[in-house]
């Protein structure tokens, strides 16, 4: 989250056969989102400035960059990631106890900006 509101963080990636394990919509560009904190307060608000679906290959370096995680090229970025997808929450959430992923993976990637702080915040 602090990420976010310093604006070190500027784009986030999911996977999207969870969207559509859970029957859910992908995100849209100029949709907003409240970013809470670990009390589940609002602390912001984002809004999505570009959504892209690609195969997990071809997530590029910006994008592995925005994250704002300290990732320093593509393969760190995937390291990273890999191993939170693999992870037994994950594999659980998604219902499969023996889900991977690989190049053909598609993921959602979303860039986007900061809107405003909460009430109190500012």
Do not use: C
Request: hydrophobic share 40%; proline share 3%.
């Amino acid at each position: 989250m602090a990420a976010i509101l310093s604006g070190v963080k500027t784009s986030t990636s999911g996977l999207v056969v969870g969207y559509e394990r859970e029957n859910e919509p992908l995100p849209r560009a100029g949709q907003q989102f409240a970013v809470v904190d670990s009390a589940d307060r609002p602390v912001a608000v984002i809004e999505l400035t570009e959504v892209r679906v690609v195969r997990l290959a071809d997530v590029d370096l910006q994008h592995a960059l925005d994250e704002g995680e300290g990732d320093e090229s593509v393969a760190q970025w995937r390291a990273g990631h890999e191993e939170f997808w693999h992870s037994a929450q994950v594999r659980a959430e998604l219902g499969d106890p023996d889900f991977t992923v690989n190049d053909d993976t598609l993921v959602l990637t979303q860039h986007f900006r900061l809107v405003s702080l909460a009430a109190e915040d500012q």
